[in-house]
């Protein structure tokens, strides 16, 4: 365990604060003004800072030069389950249609990713594919649109955008996904 994988650790740790205080986010009352209260606010703190870790942990692995395996695998964890969790929890907190579909493309993305990396695993491949600068992308644009989603719990203003956002990560996944395939086929199918 290195610096990095203990960053890792953090994001995937940060998960529950974030999900808990969603929770409370969406089931305090109302105010006068529209507001729930701070909990959303908190939330998008916390995945703000969780985001980054994502980024940091890629750095400081390479900048000590201790990038190691399970920094990778532990790297890759936390961002599908940082995504696909808090997405999922604002699916069941919005009851959103609009949003369950975005989220059924990203999630659904995620784990096809992950049955290939596995078969490559188990097919004992000696190059498995790298995190291509798409891919990093598209985690880039799955956080800012979560973000913005968290963030319009509160600030009802930039609904729409959040909205937009979220569909445009969903487009760009699937985008990600059809490169990560063509990549896939070249590489093991021929």
């Known amino acids: 365990m290195t610096l990095a994988s203990y960053i890792s650790c953090l994001r995937i740790v940060l998960i529950v604060p974030i999900i808990y205080l969603l929770d409370l986010g969406f089931l305090s009352p109302v105010d006068n003004e529209g507001l729930t209260s701070f909990y959303n606010y908190l939330a998008f703190v916390l995945f703000v800072v969780a985001g980054l870790t ?3 942990d ?3 692995a390479r900048k000590t030069d201790t990038e190691t395996q399970l920094g990778a695998l532990l790297d890759l964890i936390a961002d599908k389950l940082l995504v696909s969790l808090v997405m999922v929890w604002i699916v069941f907190l919005t009851n959103d249609p609009w949003i369950a579909v975005a989220a059924l493309i990203i999630v659904s993305r995620e784990l096809v990713i992950s049955m290939l ?3 490559v695993i ?3 491949v000696k190059e498995d594919l790298k995190v291509s600068f798409i891919g990093k992308s598209k985690t880039t644009i799955q956080l800012i649109a979560i973000g913005m989603l968290i963030l319009a719990q509160e600030v009802s203003q930039i609904r729409l955008l959040a909205m937009i956002a979220i569909w445009f990560s969903a487009i760009f996944s699937l985008y ?3 490169t990560y395939i063509s ?3 070249k ?3 021929n």
């Open 117 to 119: 990396r596995q078969y």
């Open 176 to 178: 990600s996904l059809f």
């Open 187 to 189: 590489h093991y199918l």
């Open 58 to 60: 890629g750095y400081i």
């Open 122 to 124: 188990e097919k004992k």
């Open 54 to 56: 994502d980024y940091l």
């Open 183 to 185: 990549e896939w086929f």
